[in-house]
């Protein structure tokens, strides 16, 4: 069976998203979902004219260290392996958070280029 990488999900990070997911909302038609990130942040997800996600506008505090702009997120099988071979391959990693309440085990990194990765275990969130 053939393994698992498929791109799941993009996120604007950025200092004060409300501005930038109304200027999305205004300029494409999308429609703004809050969502709660807790501790006083609030990022957005928007929403296209069929009711589905499109992408996020997330607040930058909730990724310590990480200096902003478009996120990817791949979600990969073999996840641990395919972490452990990021800084190996010349990628930096910013920051990783296990699986859990919600959850799948993520891990952010900038490839050799400097762009920013989401790399996300395969499977439902536990």
């Known amino acids: 069976m053939p393994e698992k990488q498929q791109i799941n999900w993009v996120d604007m990070v950025v200092a004060n998203p409300k501005p930038l997911a109304e200027f ?3 300029v494409v038609g ?3 979902e809050p ?3 807790g501790e006083g942040r609030i990022s957005y997800s ?4 069929k009711s589905k996600e499109a992408f996020g506008i997330c607040d930058k505090n909730s990724f310590p260290n990480w200096t902003g702009g478009w996120v990817l997120y ?8 395919r972490v452990a071979r990021i800084e190996e391959h010349g990628g930096k990693i910013v920051g990783q958070w296990p699986g859990g309440a919600g959850r799948r085990a993520e891990c952010l990194f900038r490839d050799p280029s400097g762009a920013g990765v989401m790399l996300q275990a395969a499977g439902e969130p536990v």
């Not at 928007?46 to 004219?49: A, E, P, T, V, W």
């Not at 791949?74 to 392996?81: A, G, L, R, T, Y």
């Open 24 to 26: 999305y909302a205004t």
């Open 35 to 37: 969502c709660d990130e």
């Open 74 to 81: 791949i979600e990969v099988d073999n996840f641990e392996e």
């Open 46 to 49: 928007l929403i296209d004219g």
């Open 30 to 32: 999308y429609t703004l």
